[in-house]
């Protein structure tokens, strides 16, 4: 999997529970993509949280070519009925 400089150095640091394995599982299993202003692209899935074993949406962003990570986190905020 392709990534930023900041994917590897900053997100994965702060979120130790995050690696690649999460990140290519929400793209290869899409609930919404949506593009931003900026060109980047939103992605996101459900996945299997490996902290406490419970389902969690991770919203991981790509840079406009859709396949290289740039920032990944859990969304507490998403809602699957929202447009």
């Not at 299997?48 to 949406?57: F, L, M, Q, V």
């Given at each position: 999997m392709k990534h930023t400089r900041y994917f590897a150095e900053q997100v994965l640091r702060k979120r130790p529970c995050l690696g690649f394995t999460e990140c290519v599982a929400v793209l290869a299993a899409?609930?919404?993509r949506e593009a931003q202003d900026d060109g980047r692209i939103r992605h996101w899935a459900r996945i299997?949280?490996?902290?406490?074993?419970?389902?969690?949406?991770l919203r991981v962003v790509t840079l406009d070519d859709g396949e290289t990570s740039h920032n990944a986190f859990y969304d507490r905020d998403f809602r699957e009925d929202a447009p």
């Open positions: 899409l609930i919404r299997i949280d490996t902290r406490d074993g419970k389902s969690r949406i």
